[in-house]
């Protein structure tokens, strides 16, 4: 036996072993089996002790991960370092020059699961939060650090503050400076979810399969089709929360008639603009069309 295979098998000998991770045993797995490319002698996944516990150990230690994460004390550091550590170990099967295609595929597979779960747990949980009628600071902190991983931030924000808005302020639309005291509150505290629409968008508008894990189809395609589609993608979080706004101003006002209704909109739309809650013309001229849309209707 020459030395080289000597050195081998002592290598493949790491694999027989009780792992502690499931991500150490991926680390090894592929160091191991590029290692193999120099001898006819190859150790496979099946013939391996460990493997039968594998899958679900790497399962049960990603949904301990996140329960402890969304449960107790949204540990930001821990969590992220734990899943960017998984897309480091997914990555490094394609560097090696040699290695398993069916386990990289297990891995990545049973890592998106774990995705999956934890969108799932953090929508849960940010329905609780938004369950209450006062919204602080220190309670938008955490939704923010629970939306920081892997999650579709804009529409639970969107959906779970229209909610809030209906509950609570539909009665106050036609009072203007209660209206717009409570836009502008909301706007400066949407600077934290900007804040994170930016990193989303910085991070992942241009790895495509990695956004593929993690948004659903739909929204893809808003980031990668038509210019009509890039633009609303685009939009900040506070200004895809206006744009649904603008509807149920609408809605409330039609309880007028057509001239007035059509009135009052427009002066909310202006009022709106001097006061500073509307900046971007995209969302003012959406609600300037559809108050047209009243009159139309009416002649119609």
Do not use: W
């Amino acid at each position: 036996m020459t030395p080289l295979m000597s050195s081998i098998i002592e290598i493949q000998t790491r694999l027989f072993k009780d792992f502690e991770s499931p991500l150490d045993f991926i680390e090894t797995y592929i160091e191991v089996f590029d290692i193999q490319k120099h001898t006819p002698y190859k150790v496979f996944l099946e013939t391996v002790p460990y493997h039968e516990k594998f899958a679900q150990q790497f399962l049960n230690e990603m949904f301990i991960i996140i329960e402890k994460y969304v449960s107790h004390n949204f540990d930001i550091y821990e969590i992220s370092s734990y899943f960017e550590k998984c897309e480091r170990i997914m990555a490094s099967f394609g560097t090696k020059e040699f290695f398993d295609e069916d386990f990289c595929n297990v891995c990545v597979e049973i890592y998106i699961k774990g995705i999956t779960y934890l969108i799932s747990q953090i929508e849960h949980k940010i329905n609780d939060i938004l369950e209450d009628e006062t919204i602080s600071n220190d309670i938008l902190l955490k939704v923010y650090k629970m939306l920081y991983c892997y999650c579709d931030s804009d529409r639970l924000i969107v959906e779970g503050f229209l909610i809030s808005f209906k509950a609570h302020y539909t009665t106050k639309i036609e009072n203007i400076n209660i209206f717009s005291s409570y836009l502008l509150s909301f706007k400066n505290k949407m600077r934290l979810f900007d804040d994170l629409h930016d990193l989303k968008e910085s991070k992942f508008k241009y790895h495509t399969l990695l956004l593929r894990k993690l948004l659903p189809m739909n929204e893809i395609n808003t980031l990668t089709i038509s210019s009509e589609k890039n633009k609303s993608a685009s939009l900040k979080v506070f200004d895809k929360f206006s744009l649904i706004l603008n509807e149920e101003i609408i809605k409330y006002f039609l309880n007028s008639e057509p001239e007035a209704a059509y009135l009052k909109t427009m002066n909310i739309a202006s009022e709106l603009i001097l006061c500073g809650v509307y900046q971007n013309c995209f969302v003012l001229e959406d609600l300037k069309v559809k108050a047209s849309k009243i009159l139309d209707n009416k002649e119609a």
